[in-house]
């Protein structure tokens, strides 16, 4: 499997496990490509990636950027705490190896 198509899977397993968890589906599609993609990434980028309108795109990257920065914070907090840094980078390797 190529990575592109590897990423694209990678993004609708996301989206559905998101509906499962109770998330919106695109929010969760958003988020996973979020996460596999190696920069920023513009409104219009998440849009032409997933296929979704403006709106959609809009309303979903307003609503994770609380979500996201938590996130990060929580990343940073948990870098001098052994157990949580080894509980992140685990996560990681897991999503990598999905990848």
Do not use: C, Y
């Not at 993004?11 to 596999?36: F, S």
């Amino acid at each position: 499997m190529k990575l592109e198509d590897a990423k694209k899977r990678f993004i609708q397993i996301w989206g559905t496990v998101g509906v499962d968890w109770g998330i919106n589906r695109t929010m969760a599609q958003i988020h996973a490509l979020l996460l596999v993609s190696s920069a920023a990434l513009s409104t219009e980028q998440v849009m032409a990636a997933l296929g979704i309108s403006r709106g959609n795109a809009n309303m979903n990257l307003r609503e994770l950027d609380p979500m996201m920065k938590m996130l990060n914070q929580l990343s940073v907090e948990t870098s001098d705490s052994t157990d949580r840094s080894k509980e992140l980078q685990n996560f990681k390797n897991l999503v990598g190896e999905i990848l």
